[in-house]
């Protein structure tokens, strides 16, 4: 997770580079951080800041 929030501050947030990273609906993302189970998966919006 905190891979994922370093890479989002840096580089935004759009994370192609993370497995099956999507778009779910306007301004918002996800992103696998482990697969198997159980899964773990974050999901995170963009707001004005």
Same mark, same amino acid.
């Given at each position: 997770?905190?891979? !994922? /929030?370093?890479?989002?501050?840096?580089?935004?947030?759009?994370? &192609? =580079?993370?497995?099956?990273?999507?778009? !779910? /609906?306007?301004?918002?993302?996800?992103?696998?951080?482990?697969? &198997? =189970?159980?899964?773990?998966?974050?999901?995170?919006?963009?707001?004005?800041?």
């Amino acid at each position: 997770m905190a891979l !994922l /929030v370093t890479e989002i501050e840096i580089a935004g947030p759009t994370r &192609g =580079n993370w497995p099956n990273y999507g778009k !779910l /609906v306007r301004l918002t993302h996800h992103g696998h951080l482990k697969k &198997g =189970n159980p899964t773990y998966v974050a999901v995170w919006q963009e707001v004005d800041g």
